[in-house]
């Protein structure tokens, strides 16, 4: 399978979960690419018939709501880049321990702000406790007529 084909087949995947029509993608392409995206172009990017720029890949992203990286994922173990041999599709994905440790990563740090947050909370919460102790202590000293040395 060639790699626009690949890139096709997700543009179609795509276009079809956001309920967009091809002319309506176009609409969208146009605005973000500065120039006329007809509906046959659209077509024969769904098709896999044309070579694609980083700029229009970056763009069909967008209005897909999707990575460019989605749109390169092939589903099967080869692909053909131009006129070459095949390559093993592997060189188009992201390895899966890179993907894991990035996602464990941001939720290791939504734990830590949590756990942050909520030890701040407390840390207030056990100085005004520790600040109403002290008035009531020293209220106590007082009523038994011992003073403090910094208050004689």
């Not at 956001?18 to 176009?26: P, Y």
């Amino acid at each position: 399978m060639r790699i626009e084909e690949v890139i096709g087949q997700w543009i179609a995947e795509g276009r079809d979960q956001t309920g967009m029509s091809q002319a309506e993608l176009g609409e969208q392409l146009e605005k973000l690419l500065g120039k006329s995206w007809p509906r046959q172009a659209v077509s024969a990017a769904e098709k896999g018939r044309r070579a694609f720029t980083a700029a229009e890949l970056v763009a069909f992203a967008i209005a897909l709501g999707c990575n460019v990286e989605d749109l390169l994922q092939p589903r099967t173990s080869t692909v053909t880049l131009a006129n070459g041999p095949p390559v093993e599709s592997r060189h188009l994905r992201t390895s899966a321990a890179t993907g894991t440790d990035l996602e464990d990563c941001v939720t290791s740090m939504q734990r830590l702000r949590e756990t942050w947050v909520d030890l701040r909370n407390k840390s207030r919460v056990m100085d005004l406790k520790v600040g109403v102790a002290y008035k009531d202590l020293t209220a106590a000293l007082r009523g038994r007529g011992i003073a403090r040395k910094d208050e004689s």
